[in-house]
């Protein structure tokens, strides 16, 4: 490595996704673009998705409801078309992923499937401090069964002075913990660390002592690659506005691991999961759609849909093999960069490769809010989490490496660590 624009110009020029940034819009402030490493929160806009709005308004406009039926994409099947590119990208069978609702809402419908706690059997192991929602799942599911969420939560976190969690303290614990508990939840890639969980080893545990395994993928879909079927997970979901771009709020999705397809589960159901093939004889008794499609409740958005095909057409393309070999190098220059400055600040997502995606969460000792609004004036587009935490994600699809140069350079030239 080099520390130089010319290297980083070097490694863009041969760099085989180059030409994938032109696929998107890149948010600019005063006629000049942002340099936009936020990808982890709001993925950028591909210059598609308006073409596909335009697509379906026209529809609406011309046929208002025989666009369910008629044309080349009915809507009927418009979740139909993004099954293929979304199990390849999750590593899933076309037949065990769907996408509807949005996330939340979609982990409640998980958890009522796969949430069934017994007299001996009733407690969930999740780590410590996830995601906010998912915990808030977590415990209203757990109130509803008349369980008290304090008894029945099983939270494993990191040692002390640890900033991320060891692969083996949570097998110890489904071990430890192996007759008491009715589930594993967690994330498989955690929101604050960046900390890539080895959810093969966490389901093989799960499953050599009979208990479901389900991820939320929200920071790991589309960002690192993913082996759903082939690691026996039971189910999981994610959001799609992150790494996927599919715009704000945009469709959520979940997996199904095939050997449940059969089972019959218990599920909170609606009318757009009956069996396609007789949906609208409306009678009564609900007969699901075999595999993930069986989970869908309500009528899709179809044009929240339509921008999520658009979106989920580039991340196939590119591949997610050829995406993580990028963003294993764009991630590694952003370390390296910030670690040639010998400013005061400790990046706590893990440094071994195989353990983070595109995330560097760094934490800043001193003035860290006054560094990150330093970043956020010279046109750098990262996050901040209270109380000293700058989240930068530099994303293999639309992020350069003379952009994490520029960001190299603009922190170790901040005055902000010192004063
Ligand atoms: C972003 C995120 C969510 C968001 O949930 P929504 O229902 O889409 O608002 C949930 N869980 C995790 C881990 C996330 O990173």
Same mark, same amino acid.
């Given at each position: 490595?080099?520390?130089?624009?010319?290297?980083?110009?070097?490694?863009?020029?041969?760099?085989?996704?180059?030409?994938?940034?032109?696929?998107?819009?890149?948010?600019?402030?005063?006629?000049?673009?942002?340099?936009?490493?936020?990808?982890?929160?709001?993925?950028?806009?591909?210059?598609?998705?308006?073409?596909?709005?335009?697509?379906?308004?026209?529809?609406?406009?011309?046929?208002?409801?025989?666009?369910?039926?008629?044309?080349?994409?009915?809507?009927?099947?418009?979740?139909?078309? /993004?099954?293929?590119?979304?199990?390849?990208?999750?590593?899933?069978?076309?037949?065990?992923? /769907?996408?509807?609702?949005?996330?939340?809402?979609?982990?409640?419908?998980?958890?009522?499937?796969?949430?069934?706690?017994?007299?001996?059997?009733?407690?969930?192991?999740?780590?410590?401090?996830?995601?906010?929602?998912?915990?808030?799942?977590?415990?209203?599911?757990?109130?509803?069964?008349?369980?008290?969420?304090?008894?029945?939560?099983?939270?494993?976190?990191?040692?002390?002075?640890?900033?991320?969690?060891?692969?083996?303290?949570?097998?110890?614990?489904?071990?430890?913990?192996?007759?008491?508990?009715?589930?594993?939840?967690?994330?498989?890639?955690?929101?604050?660390?960046?900390?890539?969980?080895?959810?093969?080893?966490?389901?093989?545990?799960?499953?050599?002592?009979?208990?479901?395994?389900?991820?939320?993928?929200?920071?790991?879909?589309?960002?690192?690659?993913?082996?759903?079927?082939?690691?026996?997970?039971?189910?999981?979901?994610? /959001?799609?506005?992150?790494?996927?771009?599919?715009?704000?709020?945009?469709?959520?999705?979940?997996?199904?691991?095939?050997?449940?397809?059969?089972?019959?589960?218990?599920?909170?159901?609606?009318?757009?999961?009956?069996?396609?093939?007789?949906?609208?004889?409306?009678?009564?008794?609900?007969?699901?759609?075999?595999?993930?499609?069986?989970?869908?409740?309500?009528?899709?958005?179809?044009?929240?849909?339509?921008?999520?095909?658009?979106?989920?057409?580039?991340?196939?393309?590119?591949?997610?093999?050829?995406?993580?070999?990028?963003?294993?190098?764009?991630?590694?220059?952003?370390?390296?960069?910030?670690?040639?400055?010998?400013?005061?600040?400790?990046?706590?997502?893990?440094?071994?490769?195989?353990?983070?995606?595109?995330?560097?969460?760094?934490?800043?000792?001193?003035?860290?809010?006054?560094?990150?609004?330093?970043?956020?004036?010279?046109?750098?587009?990262?996050?901040?989490?209270?109380?000293?935490?700058?989240?930068?994600?530099?994303?293999?699809?639309?992020?350069?490496?003379?952009?994490?140069?520029?960001?190299?350079?603009?922190?170790?030239?901040?005055?902000?660590?010192?004063?």
């Amino acid at each position: 490595m080099e520390n130089s624009l010319e290297f980083a110009q070097q490694l863009d020029r041969a760099d085989p996704l180059r030409s994938f940034r032109e696929r998107f819009y890149i948010p600019e402030r005063g006629g000049k673009p942002l340099i936009y490493f936020c990808g982890n929160s709001l993925g950028l806009q591909p210059k598609t998705a308006r073409q596909a709005l335009d697509q379906e308004l026209e529809v609406w406009q011309q046929q208002g409801v025989e666009g369910w039926f008629e044309g080349e994409k009915p809507w009927l099947s418009i979740h139909q078309r /993004c099954k293929k590119p979304l199990a390849q990208i999750v590593g899933a069978h076309p037949s065990e992923v /769907c996408p509807m609702n949005n996330l939340t809402v979609n982990l409640h419908l998980l958890l009522t499937s796969f949430y069934q706690p017994t007299q001996n059997r009733s407690r969930i192991l999740t780590i410590g401090g996830d995601f906010p929602s998912d915990q808030y799942a977590l415990e209203s599911h757990i109130r509803t069964r008349g369980l008290n969420p304090d008894e029945t939560l099983l939270e494993v976190f990191p040692r002390p002075h640890e900033p991320t969690w060891r692969t083996d303290d949570i097998l110890a614990a489904i071990e430890q913990h192996r007759d008491s508990l009715a589930l594993v939840l967690m994330s498989g890639l955690h929101y604050y660390t960046g900390q890539v969980f080895d959810m093969a080893a966490i389901a093989r545990k799960a499953r050599e002592v009979g208990i479901p395994v389900g991820f939320d993928l929200a920071h790991a879909v589309g960002n690192i690659p993913l082996k759903l079927h082939d690691w026996e997970v039971d189910f999981a979901f994610w /959001c799609s506005y992150k790494y996927l771009n599919s715009g704000p709020g945009g469709v959520s999705g979940l997996f199904i691991h095939e050997k449940h397809h059969a089972e019959n589960r218990p599920r909170l159901a609606g009318w757009w999961g009956y069996d396609e093939a007789r949906r609208f004889e409306m009678t009564k008794g609900f007969v699901p759609m075999p595999g993930a499609d069986g989970w869908q409740l309500s009528t899709p958005s179809v044009l929240a849909m339509a921008v999520h095909e658009a979106a989920l057409a580039i991340t196939a393309e590119a591949g997610m093999d050829a995406l993580r070999r990028k963003s294993e190098l764009l991630t590694g220059f952003l370390e390296w960069t910030l670690q040639q400055s010998g400013l005061p600040l400790t990046i706590i997502t893990p440094a071994n490769p195989a353990e983070r995606g595109c995330q560097l969460s760094i934490l800043i000792e001193r003035n860290g809010k006054t560094v990150f609004s330093d970043l956020t004036e010279k046109g750098i587009i990262g996050d901040w989490r209270e109380p000293d935490c700058i989240r930068l994600a530099p994303t293999p699809l639309y992020n350069t490496f003379e952009e994490v140069w520029r960001v190299g350079q603009v922190i170790s030239g901040s005055e902000r660590f010192t004063s």
